[in-house]
Structures are given as structure tokens and as C-alpha cells.
């Protein structure tokens, strides 16, 4: 693998303060999805970006950052990857992960890739057709990095991941444009010889890249981290710039 799979340290961090702005919405008429509209003088027309979350998926802090991402100019779609289960946050040491991964935990909605990748092929199809969209970019944090690994080939033009989880080598190696990664100083699913492994891999793709390693945070801090503290508010707000600049770059 590029990264290992998640983790317990992938649901802890702080709920962040703020009113999220944009709208929910259902993509192919049975996931939620959460839209956020850039001010009509400032939007960047027929660009569009997908942000595909975590394994806590939509809820304050991605809405507050998606409503951030709007205000740089981009209409941008979280979309529920997770089909309604998401993990709570902060969950106590009896949840079972990994059976939530491959059954849910109801026992019959799995989030295997065979379970996401419709979704996330959907949510291309409305971004592209309802929405007008005609550069995607693709932002995916923790759990979902894989898939915006896999879904180059489904219409992502340009993408970013933050302290990805679970993406295969093979998956990497796939891409088939710019990839920009956020990388935490202490993190058990994307430690240094991932990270090492994975410029490796993306020298050999061709393609601009960027991988940005920032010190005294652990996994989920671009997300999930307490910005009370003055070093993980910096990194955090580094890790959005990073994305927003790099979809500047070569998305518009």
C-alpha cells in the first residue's frame, strides 16, 4: 500500500465553531450531498470541485470548509460516501472498524470500494451534467484519498489529499494528472516510508506533484484539529492554502 489502512486515529478531533452556508442537496436521487456556492462575481465558471471525506463525512467542520473552498471561487460537492453510517466522532474503544468498513453497521452497508465507487462516479456525473462542470477537481481526506486516487479515469482533472488512508500503490500509480498531498510529522497510516514510497511512485507517473509534511501534527489535523492550538491552527490553514493554490495552479 501508499498509505495504511484507517485507524482509530481517523474519527478523534474537535468539532470546530461556524454556520455552514451552502445547501443539501441528493445526487442521483438517493445520496446526500452537501453544495456549496461560490458568490455568482467571484465563481470560477465550469470548474468545479468534489470533496470526498473522511470516515465522520458530512458534518460541521467538512461543511465550514467547503463553504471556505466556495469562497476561493469554487462550487464544490461533498458527497456521502459513506450512504448514511458515518463513524461518530470521538467513538469509544468498543467500535469495531474494520467490520464497520466491510458491512456497516447495520451489517448490509458495506464502504468497500465496491460499495464507494458508484457514489463517487455519480456525484462526476452530477457535478459534470446538473452543475455545468467541465474541470473537476478532487479533494480527499483520510478515507477518501483512495478514491480520489481511482476516479482520474472517472473525470478528475486535478486532485489533493490530506493524510490519506488505504490507497494501494496500484491506485496511485493510476493517476492521470497534478496530485498535491498533505502529510502529518506523526501519522500511523502515512508514516515516512509511505511517504517516501509514494514520490517514488508519483516521479514515475509524469505528472506535477507536491507532497507538504507538517511538523508537530498527527493524522486528521487538516480536518479535525484543535485550532486552539497555535501549531495545528497553523498546519491546518497551511493544508487548505495548499489545496486552494494548487487548484489554482492547474485546475483554472
Known sequence: MASNPPAKCCTI??????????????????????LATPPIDKRHEGVGLLYIPDVIGIWQNSQLMADQLAANGYLTLIIDVLNGDPVPLNRDDSFDFMAWLTKGSTGDNPHTKEAVDPI????????????????????????????????????????????????????????????SIAAAETDPIFPAEKRHKSEEILKETGHPYQINLYSGVAHGFSVRGDISNKVIKYAKEQAFLQAVFWFDEFLL
Open 13 to 34: 478531533g474537535v468539532k470546530h465553531d461556524g454556520t455552514p452556508k451552502g445547501e443539501s442537496i441528493t445526487v442521483a436521487g438517493k445520496y446526500a450531498g452537501y
Open 120 to 179: 463517487v462516479v455519480e456525484s462526476i456525473k452530477t457535478l459534470k451534467e446538473a452543475y455545468g462542470v467541465k474541470k473537476l477537481g478532487a479533494l480527499g481526506y483520510c478515507f477518501g484519498a483512495k478514491y480520489v486516487a481511482r476516479h482520474y479515469k472517472s473525470g478528475i482533472d486535478v486532485g489533493f489529499f490530506a493524510h490519506p488512508s488505504f490507497v494501494e500503490e496500484d491506485e496511485l500509480a493510476s493517476i492521470t494528472g497534478p496530485l
